[in-house]
């Protein structure tokens, strides 16, 4: 009971969370009630389809993220300063994995 009131009174927003699933569950009925509709009904299906797929990437694209951040951190702990602890490694994978990236920090 002491964790919920400390939590309650930390919490500038009290409502924010609740509101948030609200919406959620909301997008959700209406992606539901909209897959009946013959214009955007087959469009609904497809996003659907094509959401499963970019899930299924996602986790592999952390999987190789996540272990690329190790193999650096180890290799690189002590002479790079971007790869000092783990979540350093991950940022800086992460980085260079959206193409801003500077092989001068090798030299």
């Not at 969370?17 to 539901?32: D, E, G, K």
């Not at 509709?37 to 190789?64: Q, T």
């Amino acid at each position: 009971m002491r964790i919920m009131a400390n939590f309650e009174s930390n919490i500038e927003f009290k409502f924010a969370y609740l509101f948030s699933l609200n919406v959620i569950c909301l997008i959700f009925r209406i992606t539901s009630v909209l897959q009946f509709s013959e214009s955007i009904g087959p469009l609904v299906k497809i996003v659907s389809k094509m959401a499963n797929d970019f899930f299924n990437f996602f986790i592999l694209y952390i999987i190789l993220i996540v272990m690329f951040s190790i193999i650096t951190n180890i290799n690189f702990i002590y002479t790079l300063k971007e790869f000092e602890g783990l979540f350093e490694s991950i940022l800086t994978c992460l980085d260079a994995s959206l193409g801003n990236f500077d092989f001068r920090i090798f030299d």
